[in-house]
């Protein structure tokens, strides 16, 4: 059997795609599996590299140009007896777009389906699910870049009538903290709703809170498994790109250090969230949980951050999977959904 590893990406976090990526390659178990990688680069060319029975050496690598791989019309992945992994983050491959290509080409896939993909990358559509499932989430308001270009003074109203400064400003489908930032008065507001409407369309406002965010990882197709919270733990008040990703200046906590009912409360609200998005796979779900142990769930990310320092494979690492392992069950998990789908269009041919 083959995977292929298809990473990179028309997106602001290709980086950490190939960052996962070379983690990931790692940990395959070559014995049983071949990689073929096949790389999409920055501006959206589809290169199809070498097939692997091993890792390889640097991350550099990864990044496949015309000399080292080949250009393939995009999309032109087909083979038999393979599964596609798509470590994707952010628009175009974290967003169903990916998922629905492949579904188009009747291949199994490693992770979520289209809807959950599509609605989880959005943080409106996510918020509309959630407000519908009573999973407690923090106030909001959608800015529609036509009402924000006709009559800017009617999106500062409808922003501040419900919510109080800070607030945060956020593009609707985005990543890694990417065009979101914090506005402390209208001036910064005006400027940060202009900052994200250069990544989409959609925009929302959110009231900004004070709190520690915690995180529940989800393993699972109909038996659906959480662990314990972690926390990452913050020493910049905005857990924003450069922290995440570039200083280090956030650590985790694994298991979070907080009460024992909020890890089942966070679980259960994971879970929940999980179901009603129609998760497969895996999913990262994110918190807020404040000084009265309040908790709101902020996003679900349907393809998290997936190096061994990440927060997903650590949290599985403390409930005794180890990243290998997690791989494989993953791989698992996306053949047997392939498998019940195909069944259920044979019952209706
Ligand atoms: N409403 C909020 N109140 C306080 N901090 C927030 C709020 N929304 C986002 N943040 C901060 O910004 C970071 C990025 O926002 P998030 O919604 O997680 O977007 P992304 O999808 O880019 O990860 C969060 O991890 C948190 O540190
Ligand atoms: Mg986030």
Redesign the pocket.
Known sequence: MKIIALYGGKSAEHDISVLSTFSMLKSFYYDYYNVQLVYISKSGEWFKGPLLTAAPATQEELYLTAETGELIPTGAIKEEDAIVFPILHGPNGEDGTIQGLLEVLDMPYVGAGVLASACGMD?IMSKYILQQQDIPQ?PYAPVSKMLWQENAEAVFEQCEGTLVYPM?V?PAN?????G?S?ATNREELAAAIQEAFKYDQRVVV??????R?IEIAVLGNEEVRTTLAGE?V?TVD???YESKYLDNSATLQIPADIPAEVHEKAREYAKKAYLAFDGSGLTRC?F?LTSNNDLFL??V?TMPGFTPFSMYPLLWENMGIKYGDLIEELIQLGLMRHKQRANLSLDHA
């Open positions: 943080k923090v945060f956020k985005m990543g890694s903290s990417v979101v914090k959110e009231q900004g809170i004070e709190a965010e990452v913050k905005f857990y924003d994110d807020f902020n996003e990310n």
